[in-house]
Each structure stands twice: as C-alpha cells, then as structure tokens.
C-alpha cells in the first residue's frame, strides 16, 4: 500500500478523492500497488463527509509522517503551496500538483530538487486540464525540435468568444452567462485579461526548450476589448478569433511568446475547438504538426490528469522521471520585432484618418461588415509589432487592432 497525502479539499482535492475511490481497483492495477489517501490537509471541516476522518490542519503531521510517499497539492496560488511542496520533496516524498502559478514561477527548481532526491515532481494537470500535453512534451516527442505550440488554453475566454460568435451577444453579456454557468469566476480578471494563459504557455515553453521562461516576460492581451463589431468583421472574412497561447522558435533559434486574440480561418488547427474546450497545436521538426484536444478544466478532468500523474509516481517510487527544465533563463525575442498581420478598424469619415491609415500601411485590403457603418476594416500585409504601434501612436483614432494568422 502506498500512503497519499492531498493538500486542499476544493473542486479539484474532492475531485481527486472521487476519482480514486470510483475506480480503485482499475487504479490499482496500473499503479502495481493500492493507493491509499491517509491525509487530507485543509483549514475548514466538512461536517458529514467520510473525508473528516482523515482530515488535518497541520502541514507537519504530513511532512513528519514517514508512511506518506505522495503528497499532491491542489491548493492554488504560490503561498503556502511552494513552502509545503518544497518542504515535502526535500523530506523525500513526490509531489503532484495541478497549480499552474507555483510551476510556471518554482517548476525549475522544484524538479531539480525531486531530481536530487531520486523522487518526482509532476504536474499534467497545470496546464490542460485534462488535456495529456506534458508527458507527451516529455517523452513521446523528445525526438523532435519543438518549432511552435500554440494553444487555446482557457475555457472561460473560448467560451466567452464563441457565445460572442454564435449568439451575437456583447462582451459583457458573454461573460456573465460564463459566470452564471461556473465557467468563469467571479473575479474573471486572471482569465480574460489572458494571465491564466500566459503561466500556461511559460510551462510549455520551459519544456519545450529546455530553459526557463518567465511568464512576467511573455507579451500578454486579453479579449476584454474584443466587441461584438470585431466578431461582425471577423465573420465578413470567414474568420474567428480566439485566445491564442503562442510560442514559437524561428530558424535563428531565437523564441518569441505572446497571448493575444488572433483572427483565423477554417484551415487552422484550433478553428473548431470552441466552447469551454482547449485544443494545443504542436509542430515539431520530424512529426510534423500534433493536436491535442479536450476539456482544460473542471473536476473531474483535472483530476483525472492529477489522479494519472500519481500513478506514474508510484510506479517510479526510487526512480526520477527524467524531465529537461533547466533554471538558465530563456531570454525571449523582442516582441517589437515579430511580425504579423494585422486587422485594423478606422473611422471612414473623420479627417482623413482612413487615407492616412492607408498612407502609412502600404498594401492593404479593405473590409466591410453588414451592420457596421461609419468605420472601415483594413487588413495589412505581414509588419512588425513595433511598426503597429508606431501606427496606434499616430493615429490615437484608430477603433481596434487585432492580429491576423491567415
């Protein structure tokens, strides 16, 4: 028997329980052992519930415990998660997390230090959900140079756009059906403003090359200003815009990583994943292009990644999972110097801010939306960001700017 410890008894720490408990004996099975839940460590009680029984408020009786040799840890934020889970793996005892901002900030130096102790820190469930992306990064596609993953990593924004696309409906209106049906907190700020997706796609990226990257570095724009009128605009192009997740190394080896609304056609990957669903695109160098697919949150799918990931520890109870994260900082590209296309809303009639758009652009494409009158949509050729906003400082008029994959 295997002793499990669970640090946080919320959606996903209940999630967690249930999942071992419904297929215990199929889990037993793959894990070649009975785990066991001894602890669970939260600060309220839950009069009723079976789990009062094993419930504590004391990290220490965990950590001094030598019969506990997995601790998963799915209490959100930084603090206290990073002192338990440090605490517990320097105490020799893996770790599972599902917590995005305590891998995307200490990944590197948490699995340098499960590496040490010939123990593991793993963490699928941090970025898809339920989504497999950091096993397969870590071991089916070790063969490959990773060129780009692009990701819709957040169910709250994607549902929000696509009720936005489907329904006609506003920002606002959007999200607070997103808020009714608990797709959306009520603080929405860490999802809409695109912070979510962003310590997401810092973890990928570490992964993916090797090296740490900071998520405060990653160029970061949320769908908050995103109007009914630029879904108007994007479907007069046969288009859609979604939250994009985005890194991408160039043939200088140089990364760039950014998240942003991108607009993007049927041809794309990514252009059917719509609802509260997440899709990540891979290319690689020999495989070639790879989609993932699937729900990014909710209890049961995080919990069943979470659930996963202990089953690889108790497989490998004296053995590391090799996993390649060095803390050497990745220095990422200048987002000024990456180009894109861009879609661009102008007044048509406003002292001449239209010929003055076209002026300064060169070579574009001008688009109409049914509905939309007073303004005009121009689509540019491929230019750099830094030219964009040298463009937005000129013409403070201009009514939306939104990058263009297509």
Known sequence: MI???????GTIGSGVVEVLNTNRESIT???????????????RE?????????????????????????VVEVMGGVEPAFTFVKSALLKGKSVITSNKELVAKHGAELLKIAKEGEINFLFEASVGGGIPIIRPLNQSLTADEIVEITGILNGTTNYVLSKMSEEGLDFETALKNAQEMGY?????????????????????????YGMQVDFEDIYTEGIENITDTDIKYAKA???RIKLFATSVRGDDDQVYAMVAPMMIKANHPLYSVNDVFNGIFVEGNVIGDVMFYGSGAGKLPTASAVVA??????????????????????????????????????????????EEAKALLGEVEEVKAQGVEGEIGLLTCEIREESINEIKKRIPEILSVIRVRF
């Open 309 to 354: 990931d202990v089953v690889d520890a108790a497989k490998h109870m004296t053995k590391n999972i090799w996993t390649i994260w060095s803390s050497k900082k990745l220095v990422l590209t200048d987002i000024n110097e990456v180009k894109h296309r861009f879609f661009i809303r102008v007044p048509n009639n406003l002292n001449g801010v239209l």
């Open 46 to 70: 839950f009069p009723g519930d079976p789990i009062m029984e094993k419930l504590v408020q004391d990290i220490n009786i965990i950590l001094d415990d030598p019969e506990i040799k997995i």
């Open 3 to 9: 002793n499990i410890a669970v640090l946080g008894y």
């Open 29 to 43: 099975k793959r894990a070649g052992n009975e785990l066991n839940v001894k602890y669970v460590l939260d600060r």
């Open 237 to 239: 192009m046969d288009a």
């Open 184 to 208: 959306a907190e009520r603080d929405p700020s860490a999802d809409v403003e695109g912070h979510d997706s962003c310590r997401k796609i810092a973890i990928l990226s570490s992964l993916a």
